[in-house]
């Protein structure tokens, strides 16, 4: 009898699995395991080999979409840069010339052809031509000038336009 008192409480202090035998070994014979793991991974890697080439044509369609304006944009920034920087050039090569004030027709030309020239033998032959040449560089470059009233395209761009012509690459104009 003492046996049968002591023998629950040896159950109850035994770690599981040791001496004991499961309450219910039918039970868990009769379970059904379900690997709903691997069906949900395998799902995803379907998933992501379906989405992988969708999403690379999607972005590369969206580059394509925006590269061109893109291209647009940095150049035009890279002209005006150039036109600013050539203008600073000249400003400061050419006597007489003095950066906030009004120009004169003959400084203003000189600076104008100073200018392009500087550009022509600077700058790289794509810039170039994204700034229409040595021509569109005269024009913008006019453009930016504070000139007096006197002054027009006849009487000073086209004079200094004339000089970048006559003059060598590398030569002072």
Do not use: C
Not at 105 to 122: E, M, T
Request: charged share 15%; hydrophobic share 55%.
């Amino acid at each position: 009898m003492i046996a049968k008192a002591i023998l629950p409480l040896l159950l109850l202090v035994l770690p599981p699995g040791t001496g004991a035998a499961a309450a219910h070994p039918a039970a868990e014979a009769a379970a059904l395991v379900l690997p709903w793991g691997d069906a949900v991974l395998a799902l995803a890697q379907g998933l992501t080999a379906l989405l992988t080439p969708v999403l690379v044509a999607a972005l590369a369609a969206v580059l394509a979409r925006i590269g061109g304006p893109l291209r647009l944009l940095v150049t035009d920034a890279l002209v005006e840069r150039l036109v600013h920087r050539a203008t600073d050039y000249a400003l400061n090569a050419v006597s007489g010339a003095v950066r906030g004030r009004t120009l004169t027709v003959a400084v203003g030309s000189a600076v104008i052809a100073r200018a392009v020239q500087r550009a022509l033998d600077q700058a790289p032959g794509w810039l170039i031509r994204a700034a229409g040449g040595g021509e569109g560089l005269a024009e913008k470059v006019f453009r930016s000038l504070s000139l007096e009233e006197a002054a027009t395209a006849r009487n000073t761009l086209e004079p200094a336009l004339r000089r970048v012509a006559s003059a060598a690459p590398g030569e002072a104009v």
